[in-house]
């Protein structure tokens, strides 16, 4: 199948740090992808460099064959955005919002009017039209600003941590819609959510310090955990004190604490014997193996949590 996407040996230095460091990739057309990694592994800059923002210092990138630095004009035409933060104008209604949108693209208007009120349907924002984003909640904010990258009819949308600081159910609901745009456009997405990458994504990439680390999908990737020992663990009491015991064991490759339950992969079958061992089982609620997750496969390969 075609790429609506291409870098290739992209790199951008900011001073003496590279922020993207030779990095290839092809996302093919009509796929949801995901790029994952810690803060500052370079996601938002490869992506202001695919939406004409930044420029790289070298390597190619092409946005539906078009060269994002010789024919940004055509690329711009192909692509929606989402930035991180709602930069929506609060002084422009909710439909306002979007009837910019469609002039900046040229669109005429009888075209504009009837794709403006077909999106604010799409969106649920229908009954809001006339309000200020000010009014509006961060869900409902987050969704105009979906609403308003895609006015143009976009062959390629970039969605940069979509529903962060959304509460479940926004969530949900974001993830619902761009699922539903899945079979009319190719969707690149950042997200510091493991489940939403695992839900919603055909592909996933991990990258840290501007370099791909991993590759496949979200099956492929959790596969690769499959020799690893996770284990869940939970404690009747003194949870504070065990962290600290957990988290000095040599043989404990990750440890994840919610609450006062702790997650944590081992080395191998042989190191359950010593931890049971200097752990004692006086304190012990619960201690169950379970199925390896994407958020793992993430603290395998780059040694920190998602959000540090
Ligand atoms: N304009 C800039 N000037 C200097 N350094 C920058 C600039 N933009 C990004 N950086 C640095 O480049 C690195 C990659 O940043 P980038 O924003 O691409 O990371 P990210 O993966 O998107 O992180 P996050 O998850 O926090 O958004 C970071 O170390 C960041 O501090």
Not at 121 to 147: E, H
């Amino acid at each position: 199948m075609a790429s609506a996407l291409t870098l290739r040996s992209i790199t951008k230095h900011f001073g003496p740090l590279a922020a993207v460091d030779s990095f290839s990739l092809e996302v093919e057309q009509g796929s949801i992808f995901a790029l994952l990694g810690p803060n500052g592994a370079g996601k938002t800059t490869i992506i202001r460099i695919l939406t004409t923002l930044l420029r790289p210092d070298s390597g190619t990138a092409l946005v539906g064959g078009f060269d994002v630095q010789r024919q940004g004009k055509e690329v711009r035409r192909l692509i929606g955005v989402v930035p991180q933060d709602n930069n929506l104008d609060r002084y422009l209604t909710a439909r306002e919002n979007l009837v910019m949108q469609a002039r900046l693209h040229g669109m005429g208007a009888a075209e504009t009017s009837r794709r403006v009120d077909e999106l604010l349907d799409l969106v649920g924002l229908a009954g809001r039209r006339n309000d200020f984003p000010d009014t509006f909640s961060g869900g409902m904010q987050r969704r105009l600003v979906v609403a308003r990258a895609l006015v143009h009819t976009p062959r390629v949308l970039f969605l940069d941590e979509p529903t962060t600081g959304l509460d479940p159910q926004s969530r949900r609901a974001v993830w619902e819609y761009v699922e539903s745009l899945k079979d009319s456009m190719t969707i690149f997405l950042t997200t510091h959510y493991m489940d939403e990458a695992d839900a919603l994504c055909d592909r996933i990439v991990i990258m840290d310090h501007g370099k791909a680390l991993v590759d496949g999908t979200a099956a492929q990737l959790k596969d690769r955990m499959a020799h690893a020992h996770c284990y869940e663990l939970q404690f009747r009491a003194n949870t504070d004190h065990y962290e600290s015991v957990l988290a000095g064991f040599p043989f404990v490759r990750s440890l994840q604490r919610t609450g006062d339950l702790f997650r944590l992969s081992l080395a191998g079958e042989e190191s359950l014997k010593p931890l049971m061992d200097a752990i004692g089982t006086e304190d012990i609620r619960k201690i169950c193996l379970r199925e390896p997750t994407l958020e793992d496969v993430f603290i395998e390969l780059t040694g920190r949590e998602v959000r540090e």
